[in-house]
């Protein structure tokens, strides 16, 4: 399969504290898969997502998305490439006090009119297509609600949606189930395999729990201290590749 | 936080690191300094007040020429003293330790070998500071012998953590709480406190009390003639009111967009945005450390005398800098994670700003501009004193006519009554307003 992100001996160095975040990773993601980034917390999992859109700026390496650098494009080029890779988040990031269909809008800024936009003016098709996706993910009777009047998972839901009005090559997943319970979990991580199978979107998401990349994952790539530790499929995970990952005194948790 | 790992990719950086070890061991030093400077003062003072007043009242004491290198001596060698022996108020606002090589508490001799040696430093140091190679934490005081100066967190690492000492065992504390009686002390010479001017005065405002009690109201819609001028209470009220909604409406708008070029996490991105917050940042903090009273004594020479478009402007121009802060504050603020998640989207920056954080801050906007509004109708009441317009000026009109008219101190009163309903008024329906958006 052709691939759709190249990254490059990527490093990523927070100058406070001098943290090595990323340490010289070089890896890639196909297009059309599902990549799992397994870790501990602090082990890089953020960071290397937010370095593929550069809301983190990388230290050193290169990423190419679709054959372009990411890492040189200057501020239009950079914009446009953002439009292809949407995101969701581990503390779904909706602005709480606009509406459900307001923020789902949002994402809609970068193809929108730039003075329509100022004036919270959005044409016909996306309010259209806001709606639909709404429908999508099951709240289209929450569009005029005020965000922070939603539940956990419906507003993770908004979320996707708001990344669904991108028309995505690529969705990223920070930690989107975290702050869920399991049961909420799983639907949501069904509306990424849906967007992975049927609209043919390439998904990279990190996760917590190991049962979850082993029911969702296509491929897992596992980080630690800023390097991979563990490149494959779910099956290929054993007892010593889970100690390996996780440290040594930790147990598998099953989430159902 | 894991240990971080060294790399090819963190710069090195010799000056600034120097710069950056030096910094809290300069700041602890001046601290300590201004600190015996202060006390020093009040030696100064007190001895005037206590015992050359006896000798020579009308040449007050003054330090002779000689006397200024002495008092700049005399307080660096109790801070060289006070940081040599002790764990001074200095060191411990830097967060500073002194140790031996062993990070134990140095002797006697070592802390004494110390204190003299700081005084060789003192000239020295500066010579040596670039053209020697030392490690940068380490000055020239600083040897075995004579203990070495530290960041607290460091030592903590080392050594056990002891039990905190109080403050009152250790010599800091009885320092600071004797600075704290003495500034107390200084404070009622210097302010005059005299509780007994309070009776003394007494019958003389016992009578104008009383004066001021009588209550006339017979102007209130009743024009009166203020040198010329013929206006009643209301509308001088009315006045206030309007001078006070003006420069609020007109300095939200304006504080509004320019609270974003102030706020760090939207302007902090580049260079020029750094310039211009930086910018921003201090014509804020300049304009708002000027009372509007002072502003209005400007623009009353400007625009005339009495003018309320005077008080209207000061208090415009005072109310953009203390809004823009505030607001500029709030943007700072905000949850991060929608910007975060609106930039990814490929938004603009403006774009990110017009959805992510406006919403966010509107509430708390319109809070801040109900709580000016308060502000301003009580400063447009008395900044007529200074020239500026609006009902002060009958207050001083009816004080200057105190002597030349009986009831001048009723009429005045009357006044009072008038601006006291109408702020409780203001003050009532915007804190009402203030509810029902919190």
Redesign the interface.
């Known amino acids: 399969m052709e691939d759709l992100i190249q990254i490059d001996q990527l490093t990523k160095i927070y100058e406070r504290g001098e943290v090595l975040a990323i340490d010289d990773i070089s890896t890639n993601v196909r297009k059309g898969e599902f990549l799992v980034l397994l870790g501990l917390s602090g082990s890089g999992k953020s960071t290397l997502l937010r370095c593929i859109n550069r809301l983190i700026e990388p230290t050193a390496g290169t990423i190419m998305f679709d054959g372009q650098d990411v890492t040189k494009a200057r501020s239009r080029q950079l914009r446009h490439l953002r439009r292809r890779m949407a995101m969701i988040f581990q503390q779904f990031n909706l602005v709480r006090r606009s509406t459900v269909l307001t923020n789902v809008l949002s994402g809609r800024l970068g193809y929108a009119k730039a003075a329509a936009s100022a004036v919270h003016k959005f044409s016909k098709e996306d309010i259209d297509l806001a709606m639909a996706n709404l429908e999508r993910v099951g709240i289209p009777e929450q569009a005029y609600k005020r965000a922070d009047e939603l539940s956990g998972g419906q507003q993770q839901r908004v979320g996707i949606a708001r990344a669904l009005m991108q028309q995505p090559d690529l969705l990223m997943a920070d930690e989107p189930v975290s702050a869920l319970d399991p049961a909420t979990a799983h639907s949501i991580m069904q509306y990424l395999e849906q967007m992975n199978q049927e609209d043919g979107v390439t998904v990279v998401t990190s996760l917590h729990f190991l049962s979850l990349a082993r029911r969702y994952g296509g491929r897992i790539l596992a980080l630690k201290d800023g390097q991979i530790v563990f490149e494959g499929t779910p099956a290929e995970i054993d007892k010593d590749k889970f100690k390996e990952i996780y440290g040594e005194d930790a147990e598998e948790v099953e989430v159902r | 936080?894991?240990t971080?790992?060294?790399?090819k990719?963190?710069k090195s950086r010799p000056i600034r690191d120097q710069f950056d070890a030096i910094k809290p061991r300069f700041l602890a030093f001046m601290i300590d300094w201004m600190l015996w400077g202060y006390v020093a003062y009040a030696v100064m003072y007190f001895l005037q007040r206590y015992w050359w007043r006896y000798i020579d009242f009308y040449n007050p004491l003054k330090l002779p020429p000689w006397g200024w290198p002495l008092a700049i001596i005399g307080t660096l060698e109790m801070a060289f003293l006070t940081h040599a022996f002790t764990q001074s108020p200095g060191m411990a606002a830097s967060h500073l330790s002194l140790v031996d090589d062993e990070f134990k508490s140095p002797s006697f001799g070592q802390r004494l070998l110390r204190f003299a040696k700081m005084n060789i430093t003192l000239v020295a140091q500066p010579a040596v500071f670039l053209l020697r190679h030392r490690k940068p934490e380490r000055l020239l005081h600083d040897s075995p012998a004579t203990g070495i100066m530290i960041p607290t967190a460091i030592l903590k690492d080392v050594v056990p953590v002891s039990k905190p000492c109080p403050l009152y065992k250790t010599y800091r504390g009885w320092f600071l709480f004797g600075i704290l009686i003495m500034t107390f002390w200084l404070g009622v010479h210097i302010a005059r406190i005299d509780l007994s001017k309070l009776i003394s005065g007494w019958d003389y405002m016992a009578k104008i009390f009383r004066e001021l009690f009588d209550i006339r109201l017979n102007y209130l819609i009743t024009d009166v003639n203020t040198g010329g001028n013929l206006f009643s209470i209301l509308y001088f009220m009315a006045e206030t009111v309007f001078m006070a909604l003006f420069s609020t409406v007109m300095g939200v708008l304006v504080a509004f967009p320019l609270s974003f070029l102030a706020a760090r996490n939207i302007m902090g991105h580049s260079p020029l945005g750094w310039a211009i917050y930086s910018f921003m940042r201090f014509v804020f903090n300049a304009v708002r450390s000027i009372e509007s009273l002072l502003f209005a004594i400007v623009f009353a020479i400007w625009v005339g005398f009495g003018n309320p478009f005077a008080g209207s402007l000061a208090l415009f121009i005072h109310t953009i800098a203390a809004l823009g802060k505030l607001f500029s504050e709030q943007v700072e603020a905000v949850?991060p994670?929608?910007l975060?998640?609106?930039?990814?989207?490929?938004?603009?920056r403006?774009?990110v700003v017009?959805?992510?954080v406006i919403?966010?801050v509107?509430?708390s906007y319109l809070a801040f501009s109900l709580y000016r509004w308060d502000i301003n109708i009580r400063m447009a009441t008395v900044i007529a004193l200074v020239g500026g317009g609006g009902i002060g000026t009958l207050i001083s009109f009816w004080k200057g006519e105190v002597g030349r008219v009986p009831d001048a101190w009723g009429q005045v009163g009357g006044v009072i009554l008038v601006i006291a309903a109408v702020i409780w008024l203001m003050d009532y329906v915007s804190g009402r307003v203030r509810e029902r958006i919190g």
Do not use: N
């Open positions: 936080m894991r971080p790992k060294k790399s990719f963190v949850d994670g929608p975060e998640a609106i930039t990814a989207s490929g938004a603009r403006w774009q017009i959805y992510g919403p966010q509107l509430p």
